[in-house]
């Protein structure tokens, strides 16, 4: 995959009604030999993106990690970053998160301004994200980190509204998510409501822990669906995954 195609790939993709399975990696929770069995999983069971990163990022394995799955693995690495130290030009793109659904300036721009110059001189695919934090039943280390209260879980016309506020400051994707550790997923209700305001590709992530979860959220509306948690616990969790997202767009293809 071109890197100047990643963000063409999610629209075009979108526009087919095609979902996408990305795996969450956290430099935390990794280490070579639990990443290698994620990537002899995904060898088996294909997933389309590992997004890189988490809420703290307390250790220096990020950059190690990322090159040991660039030499072993043609999916790409996208950086999931919390925080401009997290930047890596090794990755193929970086998702460039605002997070919209708070009232912190240092999470809306601030991280931002000080990481432009970096972005620039790097080769990343930068594709601009709105994050948006919801509510799923506890608090969350990137609602805690971030000093930001995420969206009721049971108000999906004030994710609405956000998401195209979003849009028509023209970010190019939305990301609702729950957080890691979230205790119940972003409810279809909301997924289906953003889904309706905006025409750009909707990445869920946060508590999807069965495959009727995550079948919820892609009927819902979702092109992305994100899992992290649930794959760190129970590696296997992957396959039911992938095969969630492929069985979904097979029989897309056979209505189509």
């Known amino acids: 995959m071109r890197l100047t195609s990643l963000y063409e790939v999610l629209a075009k993709r979108r526009a087919h009604g095609q979902k996408s399975l990305a795996v969450l990696l956290d430099p935390d929770h990794l280490d070579e030999a639990s990443c290698e069995q994620v990537l002899e999983l995904s060898r088996a069971h294909p997933v389309d993106y590992f997004f890189m990163g988490g809420s703290l990022v307390m250790n220096t394995r990020q950059a190690s ?32 998160l605002s997070l919209i659904s708070g009232r912190n300036p240092d999470f809306l721009i601030g991280q931002h301004v000080i990481s432009a110059p970096l972005l620039r001189a790097s080769n990343l695919q930068i594709l601009p994200t709105g994050y948006m934090l919801v509510d799923t039943g506890r608090q969350t280390t990137a609602s805690y980190m971030s000093g930001t209260t995420p969206l009721p879980h049971d108000k999906p016309g004030i994710a609405a ?19 890691s550790g979230a205790m119940y997923p972003v409810s279809a209700a ?5 889904r309706q305001a905006v025409d750009i590709p909707i990445i869920v992530g946060g508590g999807i822990n069965t495959t009727e979860k995550a079948q919820a959220a892609l009927t819902a509306g979702a092109d992305v ?21 492929r069985s979904f767009n097979a029989v897309l293809n056979v209505t189509v």
Do not use: W
């Open 65 to 96: 990690l990322i090159r040991f799955i660039k030499s072993r693995s043609e999916v790409p690495v996208l950086l999931f970053p919390s925080h401009s130290l997290h930047l890596d030009p090794q990755a193929d793109g970086i998702l460039l």
């Open 161 to 179: 509204c956000t998401a195209m506020a979003g849009e028509q400051l023209g970010l190019r994707l939305m990301y609702l998510d729950g957080g």
């Open 225 to 245: 669906i994100v899992v992290g948690n649930q794959i760190e616990k129970a590696p296997a969790f992957l396959a039911e995954m992938s095969k969630v997202v």
């Open 190 to 194: 909301m997924i289906k409501a953003v």
